[in-house]
């Protein structure tokens, strides 16, 4: 049995420095960190950087998401996560002290299982299991952690990362992920597995493409974790996804936002049709799509790329990878 953490000193006990009063510094405020890009205006909507902020999150976790996590975390439909990742990439709130509350909120309320403690105490274990890495390979954002990825046939198509970057490949679920990420700065984690799989393997586009446009946009980015869950969707990372693991963007949108309400949330233009169509719109009727008011190719684009092709030709490109190894 791995021994228990030891418990987080109590705040009061945790010395602060106080700089000599002859010295100047700066607050917060004069820093300017918040970030001045177009969805600055939605991020009141969604963060309040600092410890405060922090507490609050872990406080809303705790009383309205935290019963049901276990199978809850993967529905990005619903509030059924913490919301802490920004928090704990900026030291808001240590990792230690999360893990703790976590097991005395658990102790305290009945509704919450078993299941969902480890699920959540899992993903802190994860975060952690990145920065090993990392320690121990200070180049895991640049270079393939399995090097035999150093061979991989990675295409060059800046059109096609262009339309991922803004939400525009045609797939719903991936141009929801795409623009909940431009706009609030964060993305739910399960869409963020979909879209990292959609530019790797349906695109064929090096995942340090992917690394670097969530380094610029993601909140909680940190040289760790990102660098980690990049390597681990593609393939080349430790103990990671087999490459042939291929998500497919429809079903996984079907399966996880059934209703299509997260889809509706960040692509309004196709909030008027019904689900499961929503995820699907090129299969839909012509009188569904005038119903809804949907021109494919014009409100809305086309699949840029037909998912049964690209996942023949990932599969090949992994094939021919394996082939040369050998």
Partial sequence: MAPALPRPLPTKKISTFKPPSFLTYLSLEDLSLLPKRDWTKHFPETWSPGEQGAQEKLDNFFESAFSGYAEGRNRPDYRSTSLLAPHLRFGEISIRDVFQRAGEAAHLNPKISDADLRSFRSELGWREFSNHLLFHNPALASENYNRTF??????????????????????????????????????????????ASFLIKHLLIDWRFGENWFWDTLLDADPANNAASWQWVAGSGAD?????????????????????????????????????????????????????????????PLPIVDHAAARERALGAFKALKQGKS
């Fill in 150 to 195: 150093d061979a991989f046939p990675w295409g060059d198509n800046a059109p096609a990362l262009h339309a991922w970057q803004r939400g525009l490949t045609g797939y719903p679920i991936v141009d929801a992920g795409m623009r909940e990420l431009w706009q609030t700065g964060f993305m739910h984690n399960r869409v963020r597995m979909i879209v």
């Fill in 240 to 300: 990671a996804a087999p490459y042939y693991r291929i998500f497919n963007p429809m079903l996984q949108g079907e399966k996880f936002d059934p209703d299509g309400t997260y889809v509706r949330k960040y692509v309004p233009e196709l909030a008027a049709l019904r689900a499961p169509a929503i995820h699907t719109p090129w299969l839909a009727s012509p009188a569904d799509l005038r119903a809804a008011n949907v021109s494919l190719g014009k409100t809305y």
